[in-house]
């Protein structure tokens, strides 16, 4: 796959941060806040925790944002 130079991909291996994720041969730091974070039910895998009363979502091992084929079905959930 070939994202150079693409509106779909970047990768910032200059970010104190890379790698956020591990297993992940290009990880497109596009999303890196994701987009999808406040949708009760997205396409990704969270988890969740109850403190306090409330749920709270947790995304530290989901990597579909980062995923460079995902980019299509994050535009589509945006466009709801």
């Not at 994202?3 to 999303?31: A, G, Q, V, W």
């Not at 990704?44 to 947790?58: C, F, L, Q, R, V």
């Amino acid at each position: 796959m070939n994202m150079e130079n693409s509106y779909r991909f970047f990768e910032n291996t200059d970010c104190e941060y890379y790698p956020c994720h591990k297993d992940i041969e290009h990880l497109n730091c596009l999303f890196c806040y994701c987009p999808l974070y406040n949708m009760e039910h997205c396409p990704g895998n969270p988890s969740y925790k109850e403190k306090d009363g409330k749920k709270i979502k947790i995304c530290t091992d989901c990597t579909f944002p980062h995923q460079p084929d995902n980019y299509d079905v994050i535009m589509e959930y945006l466009k709801k």
